[in-house]
């Protein structure tokens, strides 16, 4: 347990809508990530920062938005949602030290109608 | 495309059997390999991790084994449990800050251990 928080843990919106997502973490990591689990795709990186206002976009960035404003908080933004961002959104954390774990919270279940 | 090729999709092993997953990377850069457990409604966790410059990784039930020639590693759970069912994920990275450490993952593997 790495101490991150995610909100909300389920939510279900209309398609078009703006919705974000939180990442809340207490161990003072300096890289936080956005994963997106899908059946049959594992688990896909959409976007990661190394540090406040430090970010990079990931293999399915399309569609997303991220803000690290501080080092505890990671938000995702759907600017406008679609059906096929219907997923389960992981955030994960982890030092910047070489091979140290990388920690997941427990996920935010995500249904676009 | 997917950087990490996982097989099979999902395993049915008896309790006491071997449970072995594989799986398989492209990219050579990559230079750190963990595998994570889930449970259904959970994150994934840390399971074992192995760097290349070992064949073989033993923590318990779990052993990761390494062939970096034919770019492959796979997870062995000796003694398989009921409670050992879960979906396991392989990974790969590069230890580098230019690629933020993210891990690319294989696309899980469902196995379920009968009593």
């Known amino acids: 347990d790495a101490g991150i928080t995610q909100s909300p843990r389920h939510k279900v919106t209309e398609t078009g809508t703006p919705v974000t997502l939180r990442c809340h973490q207490t161990?003072?990591?300096?890289?936080m990530y956005w994963y997106r689990q899908d059946p049959g795709h594992g688990l896909r990186l959409i976007h990661y920062?190394?540090?406040?206002?430090?970010?990079d976009k990931g293999e399915v960035s399309d569609g997303y938005s991220v803000s690290r404003s501080k080092t505890e908080d990671f938000l995702l933004t759907l600017e406008s949602a679609t059906s096929s961002q219907t997923s389960v959104y992981f955030c994960?954390?982890?030092?910047?030290?070489?091979?140290?774990?990388?920690?997941f919270g427990e996920g935010s279940w995500l249904t676009v109608v | 495309q997917q950087q990490v090729k996982q097989s099979p999709q999902s395993l049915i092993v008896q309790k006491g059997g071997i449970s072995i997953i594989n799986c398989a990377y492209e990219?050579?850069?990559?230079?750190?390999f963990p595998w994570y457990q889930q449970f259904p409604g959970k994150g994934p966790a840390l399971l074992i991790a192995?760097?290349?410059?070992?064949s073989e990784k033993k923590e318990g039930r779990f052993t990761i084994s390494f062939n970096k020639s034919a770019k492959q590693f796979s997870l062995h759970i000796m003694d398989s449990q009921p409670g050992d069912s879960a979906t396991y994920f392989c990974?790969?990275?590069?230890?580098?800050?230019?690629?933020?450490?993210?891990?690319?993952f294989g696309k899980g593997t469902s196995l379920l251990v009968t009593p």
């Open positions: 994960a954390t982890r030092t910047g030290f070489s091979g140290n774990t990388i920690y």
């Open positions: 920062s190394y540090g406040v206002k430090d970010t």
């Open positions: 192995i760097r290349p410059d070992v």
């Open positions: 161990e003072n990591h300096r890289y």
């Open positions: 990974a790969a990275s590069r230890e580098n800050s230019n690629s933020g450490y993210a891990l690319n």
């Open positions: 990219n050579t850069a990559f230079d750190y």
